[in-house]
């Protein structure tokens, strides 16, 4: 499988409008869900790891990371071994095929990622499997927009209609408990235009 992320990986994290976001998304997940202490977060899609070095360190969440970039999770790993957590897991691949067993999560975390998932009621689907009943799932991604997003480098979805998205969640055994706009991302287009995107947060609840 060839990693998209190959290349940007190592200069991931200082991009300014990136970073800004990441701490958009931190702020509602943590008002979403304010103790995660002792808590086992999942970070889906989680890059370099911003969201989840920040709840385990932070808050003292026990958090598991996935991603499907080797070179992302190389960074990562670095992040780790220069400041901890020393009990975060690091795994590699799709959730379907990864080792985690069912109903073991307290919470799972998806910053920008469901975009970029071919299959999103699967990845639902496997989302519920792994939370325990009660458990959250956080999302922060694009409202619907025109392609422009990524450019020469179409992504599988341009966006998501959150109340579409929350019907999947209640398709897949969850109940939504909220979704709303929490972020303007603003970057230019492939032409240099300058464009602003809006980013829903999305929560629901494992039933």
Partial sequence: MTDAFAERAAGWDANPVRAAVGYAFY????????????????????????????LGLAHQARVIFVDTSPAMLDVLRGKIAAQGPADAQVLLGELADLPLPETSVDAILSGMALHHVVDVPGALRQFRRLLKPGGLALVGDLMPEDGSFHGPEPAPHNGFDPLELAGAFTASGFAP???????????????GTLREYRLFFLAAQAV
Avoid at 32 to 53: I, Q, S, Y
Avoid at 177 to 191: C, E, G, M, Q, S
């Fill in 27 to 54: 702020e509602e997940v943590l008002r979403a869900h304010p103790d995660f202490a002792g808590r086992m977060a999942l970070e889906f899609g989680c890059g370099t790891g911003t969201l989840g070095l920040r």
């Fill in 177 to 191: 408990r909220t979704h709303h706009v929490f972020h303007i991302l603003k970057k230019p287009d492939a032409a």
